[in-house]
């Protein structure tokens, strides 16, 4: 029997998982976010990569010297709190995942309690008060790449069968690996 760690598209295989750009270098899109002033958002429907690639911009601005300080709204969040914008230098970048959940009043509180930050970038479904950085997105292609890391080796599904999975979740990679998930367990205890 397949022990739930053990499953290749188990929550911790996937979250240490890195972002894969497409059409663009890490170079690119940091130069572009210094273009931007370092307030931007990174735009994309659910389970495309959004947080995935917020978090992994994160290391790379740490890297960089930046202080990095992050915060995950949750759906019924509409203002942010005060901790996360508390005690701002130049040097910090502060990063909001589900910026969308704000409502206006949290919104203007948000820009004007930033305002001495080095940087602001959310995530968001579509696009809000800031400027875009990057839209994501994820392809039938991509899916299969993405299973293919997970698995070790070639995909157990066809092409088709992963983009028609990816279709019916609406483009929701996020999805698709909880059904891969599912799938794996279901069959590892049909062979025992």
């Known amino acids: 029997m397949l022990r739930p760690a053990d499953n290749p598209f188990a929550a911790q295989r996937i979250d240490a998982m890195r972002y894969e750009l497409r059409g663009m270098r890490w170079d690119d899109l940091l130069a572009r976010l210094e273009r931007l002033n370092r307030r931007a958002a990174i735009i994309g429907p659910h389970g495309s990569g959004k947080t995935t690639l917020m978090e992994a911009l994160g290391h790379r601005l740490a890297s960089d010297g930046w202080d990095i300080r992050l915060h995950r709204l949750r759906r019924d969040d509409r203002v942010v709190p005060r901790t996360f914008t508390a005690w701002l230098a130049p040097a910090t970048i502060l990063l909001l995942d589900s910026a969308g959940c704000l409502g206006p009043a949290g919104w203007l509180a948000l820009l004007?309690?930033?305002?001495?930050?080095?940087?602001?970038i959310v995530t968001a479904h579509r696009r809000m008060l800031l400027?875009?950085?990057?839209r994501?997105?994820?392809d039938a292609p991509m899916m299969a790449r993405l299973v293919e890391r997970l698995v070790g080796g070639p995909s157990p599904w066809s092409a088709g069968e992963l983009a028609a999975m990816l279709r019916a979740?609406?483009?929701?990679?996020?999805?698709?690996?909880?059904?891969?998930?599912?799938?794996?367990?279901?069959?590892s205890m049909t062979a025992v």
């Not at 004007?112 to 602001?120: D, N, T, W, Y």
């Not at 979740?169 to 069959?187: E, F, I, K, P, T």
Request: a positive charge; hydrophobic letters at 30%.
């Open 112 to 120: 004007r309690r930033s305002a001495g930050a080095g940087g602001l």
């Open 131 to 134: 400027p875009t950085l990057i």
């Open 136 to 138: 994501t997105s994820v």
């Open 169 to 187: 979740r609406q483009g929701n990679a996020r999805q698709v690996l909880r059904d891969l998930y599912d799938r794996c367990a279901r069959s």
